[in-house]
């Protein structure tokens, strides 16, 4: 937007203008009022710009904030540190906490961190201590969680289950276990073991998390119904067999039992591991493990996968599937597909007839009718990804890049260009990637950013890396500028139309921290504040075209949130907001009023403060209306002679005459006109 464009448009707004040029970025103002506009100017005012954090953002965001508003001045954890954060795909956000949010279910434990849940509603973010369970001191630690947030997965010491036996003092050093969490459900024991209590606790913990794989691997099914992991200890002994230590399989739907996968490995006398038998690759979505065989015999290096369930063999052994070639140790584990059914892997070995003499990957579908077989070697449901591409080539040597988030789309390089297959077959994506980092892919895999260093575009001058879009059968498309020799850019996501792309600007040349740029149909703005102190980056995103963007703030950024100068986490929402809280009308009204004490009851069971009103002796008739008062004749009479004087003075003996007449009364004259007579005496 030129300069010319932009007072234009703000020329009621002077001095913010001067103040807006003053900051790195300038807000793109939207060309129309959007429907939460009111929202967006709700948001707590920018002293940067003078104008509501919300206005700066396109595309008609705004920040809501996500983590709890008030947490007693303990804040989330830092962005980027560990498993302490999640982001799943249905916009759940899980964090790390000492505090204890008020509704929140937080139980007070003098610091000791829990596992909180946070959770759009249409009135607002409602967040949930999903740990609050327990008031023994230990913390909780976030492994990960299921796809659709509904359960997590946690290392803790506590022992939160009858069946967990190794730290009976709740030493918060000691025996660490795997659990896993639900909404509603008591909490589950992953790595559920016999370890006998001898009277010390054991050294040995279970791995604080388990064993991530090589890529995009994973140690958990989608639902979380199947847990593989390490340990350190042995956990049980399956069918008298004497070695038990290395890789477990928990499948809790039914059995709760965490099982060997692979029985074979060295220990040492003190029964703790000294060299892992296996190493956890991923979980089908069927419960099968996926294992490389790491336990020193002529097997090594193999990829397997387990039979499934609890299929222990007899002396120990359990029933496994080979998915590598017949040599050991020249095959390498990819990656397995989101559905949990197919299992990307390199190697040398020709499992199919089309094979050339490189190394190519393979999808090896285990959910095939006939199954998979140990001999021959070469399982039947095999798909050779990158052969075409090789052989197009006519050179081996593909690299597994990656694969989208629906798993429609994985990328490989083979001699230095980029390929995507499908379902349709393989297609060229880029000749030149050289110096290509970074790759990030939309959610239906049709579009990808990466960092490059090589100039694709003719506007590329400034000979350092650049953020670029790339869409099959379309030139790449620059989307950082090219001019800048010192930023730093890291990208971050595409959406599914490829219109808009997020990513992150570092060491910018004035010397503000690093920030977070939006690029919308080739009209970058800013995501982050403006004019903010504190460096900004992505928690991650949910939506298919980005419709939420979190990161963490330390500056209030909604009037929502209370916890000025502790990091919070917020959500940068295409039509987001929620209004501004209601002060109270006076001191005494809260926002969540509390009703009043209940009194002390007495011995006849009322309360000493409730005083109840008398009723009429009969209720069930309204009282009769007033009648009106019959006089006595003496009374009458001296009503009518108190009219007389009223009379003119010949007349008035004939009033009072006429009185006594008709009220029959005897009367003294004398005293009836001094006006004190008394008749009937």
Known sequence: MSFTRFVALSTRLTLVVLTVLAVPATPVLAAESCPNEQLRKESSINPATGQPYSSQLPDCRAYELSSPPNTGGVGVPIAGFGSAFLITADGSVFFESGATPAGSGAIERGGWTDVFRSRRTSSGWTTRDMTAFNRLPGNAHLVTASADGSAILITTPLSLSAEDLDNPSHNPT???????????????????????????????????????????????????????FMSQVSLQVPFGATVSTGCYEWVGVESHLAYLTNPEGPESSSGHLEHPNCRPLAVAADGRAIIEDTSGDANTGGLYASGGGNTWLPGGAQQTIRLSGARPGVARFDALSPNGETVYLTTPDALVASSDSGSDIYAINLRAPSGLSVSPPQPPAVTCVSCEASGAANVGGATWVGQSADGSHVFFTVAGALYEHDSAGTRLVSRATDGVSHLVFSRNGQHMIALTSVALSQSDTNGVPDVYEFTGGSSPELITGGVSTTD?????????????????????????????????????????????IEPYSVMGTAGAQLDDVFFEAHEPLAAQDLNAGTTDVYDARIGGGFPAPTPPVNDNQTSNPTGPATPAYTGDLTPLSIQLPLLPADTSHPPAAAKSKVLTPAQKLEKALKACPKRPKKRRAGCESRARRKYGMKFNAKHARKGNGKAGR
Request: charged share 20%; glycine share 14%.
């Open 174 to 228: 000691r025996g660490g276990d795997l659990y896993v969490l639900r909404e509603g459900e008591p909490p589950q024991l992953v790595s559920h073991g016999e370890i006998p209590f001898l009277g010390v606790e054991p050294v040995g913990n279970i791995s604080e998390s388990p064993l991530i794989a090589n890529g995009e691997g994973s140690v958990v099914n989608g639902d979380l119904s199947a847990v593989l």
């Open 488 to 532: 730093t850019y890291n990208p971050v996501g595409v959406s599914d139309d490829g219109r808009r792309v997020l990513y992150e600007d570092e060491d910018r040349p004035s010397g503000t921290p690093n920030v977070i740029d939006e690029s919308v149909a080739g009209q970058t703005s800013q995501i982050s504040p403006l004019g903010a």
